[in-house]
């Protein structure tokens, strides 16, 4: 029997998989409900995202959601979304979508634009196998565009700094396409055509509905902490705080320091090198204004903040322009973000100094002449796992767990959005289908 630890999304994509495929398993989940970091909450009429926001589909992946009896609840983004915002100079100006407008639009200096236009035509070269995103980006065109354009992206994706982070495995597609292609904007272009346009969704009661929907087909063993796992001549035991579950596989999608602590017996190299992946600290807070109180349009996904600019917060999204069922229609709901890699010490304030220095930012940003109707607060000690050199060493020693029949389908490994951890758990779930 397969066994799997941890019942988020990664846990419940592979159980849906291995039950379509009449593989036997168990799914055992420390907490009492299921969804790790997916978790929506419904305050009254305000729908809010305390982990992920929303979903980028193309087609293929939206018939994978109907196989799961989600398709008549998807809601599609609405059309100002793709208009996305960075804070310079005082103010959200808009970045510009694709190679062209780049070229066309006042927010790069005419050194950018031409470090875009030689992009084109630069050839490759052989990069660090430890090579920074930032050092990348800085490669192929120039500090601004690694200022003004990569490093609020890396912090509002993954709270992370892009000097830290590691190309290879935070934009493997962005490496290889400049690997196949010489040039990053030529790949980008042609892998666009290969794999499909993206577009950006939710569902109406929020990302949980995906976690509700998988959880009423799958049974669950809640309340079950493993708390070692070892081998024997028959396979693997695992030792919970209801007693012991024997496997002849057992498949982890637990965070990586959670996973440490349940091989630190049996293999405790691996353990070691496991906690030393960093999981920055961040705040996610949720401001309701009425709308004529707002000055500013509000005319796209959101807004984010260079740290050049030193802002107090990394940025924002603006739900309520994205997905207008997430307040009244005379209000706006805007998600903010505190923290990361490269501010943790804001995390330290206090939920009211939070509160009011997130408010105070946004009143004079986006020219807000009242206090909020609503505010709420969601903290996270280990928000997400950063793809730098410690997460290099662990990925280079994980694959020998699989020789004990231990594999690792989680959010540290191969990608951290929640499409990433759906189509791993696929990929898994045929392999395992393989060695059946």
Known sequence: MVVIVGAGISGLSLAWFLKEKNIPFKIIESESKAGGCIETVQSGNYLMEMGPNSLLLNEEQI??????????????????????????????????????????????????????????????KA???????????????????VDYAVDPFVSGIYAGEPEQLLMRLTFSALAEAEKKHGSLIKGMIKEKKSTGRKSTYSFQKGLSELIHKLSEQI???????????????????????KGEIKAEKCIITIPSFSCADILQNGWPNTSEILRKVYYPPLCCVHNVYKRDK????????????PRKEKQFASGSIWSSSIFPNRCDSDEVLITTFVGG?????????????????????????????????FQHLKRWNKAIPQYDEALAKVLAVIESLELDEIYICANWKGGVSVTDCISKAKKLADRLECNC
């Open 341 to 373: 890699s490269n501010a943790e010490n804001k995390t330290k304030l206090s939920d009211k100094e939070i509160l009011q220095e997130v408010h105070h930012e946004l009143s004079k940003v986006y020219q807000i002449s009242d206090k909020p109707v």
């Open 294 to 305: 707002v000055q500013h349009p509000l005319d796209g996904f959101g807004g984010l903040n």
């Open 63 to 124: 018939d994978m959601l109907s196989k799961f009896g989600l398709k008549e609840s998807l809601i599609k983004a609405e059309e100002v979304n793709k208009n996305r915002f960075i804070f310079k100079k005082g103010q959200y100006r808009k970045l510009p979508g694709s190679p062209p407008a780049l070229l066309l639009n006042n927010f790069f200096s005419w050194k950018t634009k031409w470090a875009i236009l030689r992009e084109y035509r630069k050839k490759s």
């Open 219 to 241: 049974e669950i063993e809640r309340d079950t902490r493993v708390l070692n796992i070892k081998k024997d001549q028959n396979g693997l035991i695992l030792e919970t705080s």
């Open 127 to 145: 990069a660090s196998e430890n090579e920074s995103v930032a050092d990348f980006f800085r490669r192929r065109f120039n500090n601004e565009l």
